[in-house]
Every structure is written in C-alpha cells, then in structure tokens.
C-alpha cells in the first residue's frame, strides 16, 4: 500500500485550487491526507475505495468529498486491464472565507464541508449533474474553472442525494508522524491479507508497542484492528465473487480465511447478506 502520508498538494501559480485529471493503468497514490478538502470523479475504473475507517466498492461514476485530514486511497487490481481515469480538484479548507465567510450565500458551502469530514458519497441525479461539470474542469480557462467549481459546491450543498462514508467516531489524521504509523499498519495488511496476519507485527511496523498500538488503532481507525482486517478480506472477497468464477469458497480461502463458518459469519456481519445472496443481487 505503500508508505502514508501527509501529501502536498501542488498548485499552479495564479491558481485558487488545484484540479487534475489522471489517466493511469492502476492507482499508485499510498494511503493519504491532506488539509485541503477534495472532491473526486472516477469517469472511469473499478476497485476499493478507503475513506477513513470505510472501505467500499467504486465504480464508474463514482463521486465523493473528502472533508480536510481524512486519510483516503484508492485501489484496483492491477491484473485489471481496464484503465482508471478520474479527476480531482482539492482547494483549502478556508476556500470561501472560513469559518465566518466573506459573503453570506457561501454558508451552505460551509455546512456542506462540516458533513464532509467523514467523507460524502453523492447518489442519484445529483451526481450525475456534477460529474457532467466536473468532467469539463480541467479544460476551462481559471477564472471559468473558479465560476464552475463553485456551482459544483452549490449542487453539492443543495443536494440530499448523499450518504457519509467514515464512522461518527472516526478521529481524522492531522499529523504526517501518524498518517506514517497508520500506513505501516496498513500497507502490512494489504499486502499480507492472503496469509496470517499477527498484530504484534503490525504494532511493529508502527514503532509502538502491542498495547500503544491497539488503542492508537482503534482511536484513529474507530474500529479494532481485527474488525479491520476482516474489512479488508471481505472487500476482496466481494470483488472476487463478482469479477470471476470462483466458487464462494474459493475466494474465501483465498484471501486468508481457513473457517468456511467463520467467514460465512463475517461477510454476513460486514455485508447484511450470505455470499451466495450478494453474488445474486449484483450479477443480474
């Protein structure tokens, strides 16, 4: 998963925020954060997305905002062939004023980055109405671009069409010595969760002992480490079951479970469904 970090986000001189557009054959960026708030477009891939303590499906379409420090990253399997193209525009948190704005009609924009620091994950014509916008961005001249990007925050702040990602008690990274100790962790359970994963090797890629390191986990995480691990197997076994042919428990055992029955527990706990019933619901 790579080393984590507190990224720097570039901006072009003469420029308010930055906007982006990426075209890669696989998503290289580590587990992150950053102060600025960012809103992305997948235009086009597949694969998990990390937001937080959330991890969850992407798609094409796929559309999010991420309120200031949320540690975020995405990933796909890099035996897809599909390219993933996506775009993304990050600005500062005080982008229209702070907390007391210069202008009265930029409260709902505020409002709106209060909902975000969990993340926001927009649905429905909502989205589809930003991504048309979004998709035109990274082409406009600047001052076009700052007059778009704020209708974009408008829809945004109108719409309900909404559902939040992180846990209410999710504690969002704000410094790079913790998003480095959280990314040793994790970059640790991505690449081992095929194999056993011990805790104790965990807290020591982090430089903390066993203790310091369950409740530095779950403080920032809002979940145990081992609830974790199971969210992550369980991601990979979702996208298994509905990429390929492997029979439920091949991908079980494939991606570290050895209990047939405690897996079945698990994916039921994380999904609300059996494997057999998620595999019909999303193959029709």
Known sequence: MGRALLEKIPLVPGNSFACREFKLARF???LHFHPEIELTLIVSGRGLRYVGDSIAQFDDGDLVLLGSNLSHYWWNDATDRRH??????QFPAEFVGGST?????????????????RGLQFTGEARNQIAA????????PPWRRLISLLSILGEAADSRETRPLSSVGYTPMTDADGGKRMAAACRYIHEQYTEVIRQCEAARRAS???????RYFHRHMGKTFESYVNEVRIGHVCR????????????AYGVGYNSLANFNRRFRAITGRTPSKFRAAHTH
Do not use: Q
């Open 28 to 30: 290289a960026t580590p």
């Open 240 to 251: 298994l079951l509905l990429e390929s042919k492997m029979t439920i428990a091949e991908a």
């Open 208 to 214: 903390l002992s066993p203790a310091a390191f369950s």
């Open 101 to 117: 704005p210069a202008w009265p009609e930029a409260n709902s924009l505020l409002r709106l980055f209060v909902r975000a620091a």
């Open 84 to 89: 993933v193209h996506s775009i993304v525009v």
């Open 133 to 140: 916008k979004m998709l035109f961005l990274p082409r406009l």
